[in-house]
């Protein structure tokens, strides 16, 4: 049975209807199904835009997180989807009402090389829904089961990818970087088999949409210009609305797709963040952080840190995803030269004009957050430079990235360096650079209260440092869900200073330290 039609930016709320009446000795029974009200456009596109296929259903579905506000905002009841038939559905072994099951058809540029032919090998599409902003987000299920874009792949996620993705994605949000988020994590009851055997998890990803820039590459590798506007349409009406009505619709989608990558890349550096596999299907036209495979937030500052055992040649390293992300900008620019101009010439030079702009809207983005990092409130000649100096002694000097910037608030407020100085192998770099730091704080009129709190608004006490997560893997694979729980609460709120938590706030000793990540597929 179809969901409910409900009007674009309706009030959407979590719909309970009772499907049976039991007859009980005494009483009636309203047995209650979990209701999506779901509300689908992409399945509604051209048949080459996906398969449909559903959910292989798995033996045992268990749920082990529930993200009960998102759940919520997204019209749905959070006690039913916690019943033992929200968990099926979660798990991918019951489709609710209204659904509309697909795998999204997408190609991809994998570190360089394309290939013309991925798509959603384990994730499956089960419809979207408008959230109570009237915001339209999809619901997919990842490690749902094979799909005939699985090549050799089982369709399956590992335990431990789906736990890292939840972690990351949600601390993503609360530190208030665009990105998908996690709905839910449940346990399939069976086994995946990777390098060794491990047990299967099925992780339930929410985003504004999951179009990639290799999702554009999909059609204009197979010259279908058609495909291309009408995925271009749908991504303007889906995303750029206000631009739906512009003179040159295609170029301002380009203009929007490049101004939300550039602000979050420079999100990502200022938050010490490494996507790890910036593939052109790891780029999603809404501009949200999206494929949360072997990323990692650093603990000290290195530009050059890599942490993908697959990135040998350090193609994703923390300072070239700027770059990295222009350069898959200028695939999407590519797809859609045949919707610029008839003459190639012209397009090519109206593209290159647009993606021209990365540089300017990066550097505005990532200057201006730097700044504020260091507690800066007005921008001044030199600034870039004396942050720069700050960086490049944090560098030299093994500097902690998060820590010294959080401690660097406290610093600007009471003049006590010994925190911030104990982060540098040679405390004394930090002081060089403290005596110019304060003389130009000084040229600004905000008490050094004001200032602190500033900095602590933007220079995170938590992050969901590696082996933190490492410890939380290892103690679910043996059952154990209480350090899962715990990091989510910390990571919750990550520009508090929950003293209770402090120790979350420490980089790894020596004998944690993480130093490689895995995909994991
Ligand atoms: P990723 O590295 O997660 O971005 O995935 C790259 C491609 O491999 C996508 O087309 C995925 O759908 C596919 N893929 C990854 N893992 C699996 C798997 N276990 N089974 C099938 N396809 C997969
Ligand atoms: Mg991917």
Known sequence: MAGPVLGPGSEIRA???????????????????????????YSALPASFFARVAPTPVAAPRLIKLNRPLAAQLGLDPDLLESPEGAEILAGKRLPDGADPIAMAYAGHQFGHFVPQLGDGRAILLGEVIDK????????????????????????????????????????????????????AATSGERVQRETMLPGAVLTRVASSHIRVGTFQFFAARGDTDGVRKLADHVIARHYPDIGMAERPYHALLERVVARQAYLAARWLLVGFIHGVMNTDNTSVSGETIDYGPCAFMDEYNPGKVFSSIDEMGRYAYANQPQIALWNLTRLAECLLPLFAEDKEKAIEQAQFILGEF?????????????????????????????????????????????????????????????????????????????????????????????????????????????????????????????????????????????QYATYTEPPLPEQRVTQTFCGT
């Open 15 to 41: 719909a309970i209807r009772p499907n049976r009446c039991l007859f009980r000795a005494r009483a009636y029974l309203w047995v209650m199904t979990v209701h999506f009200p779901f509300q689908n456009t």
């Open 133 to 184: 902003e009237g915001s339209r987000r999809d619901i997919q299920l990842k490690g749902a089961g094979p799909t005939p874009f699985s090549r050799r792949g089982d369709g399956r996620a590992a335990l431990g990818p789906v736990l890292r993705e939840y972690i990351v994605s949600e601390a993503m949000f609360a530190l208030g970087i665009p990105t998908t988020r996690s709905l839910a």
């Open 359 to 499: 540089a300017e809207k990066f550097t505005t983005a990532y200057q201006s957050g730097l700044r504020q990092k260091i507690g800066l409130f007005t921008e001044r000649d030199g600034d870039a430079a004396l942050v720069q100096d700050l960086l490049d002694a944090m560098a030299k000097n093994a500097a902690d990235f998060t820590l010294t910037f959080r401690r660097l608030a406290d610093a600007a407020a009471d003049a006590d360096d010994d925190s911030v100085r104990a982060q540098f192998t040679d405390p004394s770099a930090f002081d060089e650079w403290a005596t110019r730091w304060r003389q130009r704080l000084a040229e600004e009129p905000q008490s050094p209260a004001e200032r602190q709190a500033a900095m602590r608004a933007v220079n995170p006490a938590f992050i969901p440092r590696n082996h933190r997560v490492e410890a939380v893997i290892q103690a679910a694979v043996n059952n154990d869900y209480t350090p899962f729980e715990e990091l989510l609460t910390v990571l919750s709120k990550p520009y508090e200073d929950q003293p």
